[in-house]
């Protein structure tokens, strides 16, 4: 099982910008999509962005494409989420998860996930 634990987030102003990351136990994530996913107060967790490891590809969710980018350090076996022009609607706690879905129940294990709080 995959040890994750993410950071970085905070208050940050209508427009601003905060870089998320998830550090990972395992030697390599070779084989590994990373994913992050946010639940906002009084909603259902969602899925944000993911990165396949070993290629490099991309998603993300219709909300955040043009303002969020997924990326990874292949040395430190961290995955990052630079959040651009942030509104109060991307205010939730963001959490990092190792698998193919974009389900958040299909995932039995969360870590403490980052608040991001975005004031108007």
């Known amino acids: 099982q995959v040890h994750l634990v993410e950071s970085g987030g905070g208050l940050v102003q209508a427009g601003g910008s905060l870089r998320l990351s998830c550090a990972a136990s395992?030697?390599?994530?070779?084989?590994?999509?990373m994913n992050w996913f946010r639940q906002a107060p009084g909603k259902e967790r969602e899925f944000v962005a993911s990165?396949?490891?070993?290629?490099?590809?991309?998603y993300y969710t219709d909300s955040v494409k043009g303002r969020f980018t997924i990326s990874r350090d292949n040395a430190r076996n961290t995955v990052f989420l630079q959040m651009n022009s942030l509104t109060p609607e991307d205010t939730a706690v963001y959490y990092c998860?190792?698998?193919?879905?974009?389900?958040?129940?299909?995932?039995?294990?969360w870590g403490p996930g980052t608040q991001v709080t975005v004031s108007s």
């Open positions: 990165i396949v490891w070993d290629y490099g590809t991309t």
């Open positions: 998860n190792a698998g193919q879905s974009d389900l958040p129940s299909d995932y039995d294990s």
């Open positions: 395992l030697r390599t994530l070779s084989g590994y999509t």
